[in-house]
């Protein structure tokens, strides 16, 4: 917390990769980023990757209520990527303790919360290939949440602080290709056009490793693209950073990549097949917070709160549309006869996994 307080001194938005948007240990420290009084007093504005504009209204709606009202955030919650809501209790934690913490007097209008991602308008989505036009869109995404932030931010130039949580790639600085060409992520624009501005920091954890494209058209696209790859989950450095944090007694350390070893480790992530020779960790981020063991992180419970009657018709309508013909398939693999039996059972599944 002291390395994050520090570089907030330094850096006017701080790029948070929690590694896997369901790994827990990175929400509950960021819950008590935000209890922590020095930070929470510095910050004007939480970005959150996976929550898109078009809610922006619902979650202005739940910080202003005078009580905690989380169907103010069902919308928020169903209107995700996948089609199938954004299960994780993780984030639902970390916005009742924004709510609890925006209580304070001096944070009610100060510390907001701003979705960033382009909108996904379900209602105008009849068909899978209305779906999979929308999945081109995306190609720009990176660009809209770098607009989106800055444009929050003011250019940088009043003094604003923010943190922005998101996953991966996003949060990379300067990653470029064999041919020496860029590769646009989201804070790359901030690395290039308001250069010393951000930070960005990696949770430890696993790192994916693409293996190599897969030949052909995949049956089905998705929003994050892992159908055209084969790919697996490794150890940065062969576990080299796992045994350093192990042999320092496991303490919780941040610390900066340039120039140490850590950040002289070979570059692992989404553009390793192709990337420029020599491409090191300090090139994606320029720090690392150690938290647990790998083999001690947890995964987040799911939470079903969102999952009203309501929307259980909008999730059959939903699948319908991204099964299409494999939808029988789809039943079978689920051990499920008609896709209202699934639905009743995703629900109750939602809340105990």
Known sequence: ????????????????????HSALEPFIFYEDMIKNKVISEKLDFIFIEVFHMDTQDNLDAFFAAPE?????????????????????????????????????????????????????????????????????????????????????????NQGKKGVFLTNTRHAYKNIKNKEGETYWNTNTF????????????????????????????????????????????????????????????????????????????????????????????????????FLKPVEEMKKSERTAFFITEEFKKELKRRIEILEGEGLSDFLKQNNAGILEEWIDSFSVISKTK
């Not at 917390?1 to 896997?20: A, C, P, Q, W």
């Not at 950073?241 to 900066?256: I, K, M, S, T, Y």
């Open 190 to 289: 901030f690395n290039h056009f308001n250069p010393g501005r951000t930070f960005s920091i990696r949770f430890h954890n696993l790192f994916l490793s693409i293996v190599e494209k897969r030949v052909g058209e995949p049956s089905k696209n998705s929003a994050e693209g892992l159908e055209n790859f084969e790919f697996n989950w490794v150890q940065a450095a062969n576990g080299l950073w796992e045994r350093a944090f192990l042999n320092n007694n496991q303490l919780p350390v941040g610390l900066d990549l340039k120039n140490n070893v850590f950040g002289k480790t070979p570059y692992l992530g989404n553009h390793a097949l192709n990337m420029q020779k020599q491409t090191l960790m300090s090139d994606a981020y320029d720090g690392l917070i």
């Open 1 to 20: 917390m002291d390395y994050v307080t520090n570089r907030l001194e330094k850096s006017d938005l701080l790029v948070f990769d929690d590694g896997f």
């Open 68 to 156: 905690k009202d989380f169907s103010l955030l069902h919308e928020v919650f169903q209107n995700d990527y996948s089609g199938y809501g954004w299960p994780y209790e993780s984030y639902l934690n970390l916005l009742s303790v924004i709510w609890d913490i925006r209580q304070t007097p001096s944070l009610k209008n100060k510390l907001q919360v701003i979705a960033v991602s382009p909108p996904i308008y379900w209602k105008a989505i009849e068909t899978r290939r209305d779906y999979d036009v929308f999945l081109k869109t995306l190609d720009s995404r990176d660009y809209f949440m770098y607009h989106e932030i800055n444009t929050s931010m003011e250019n940088f």
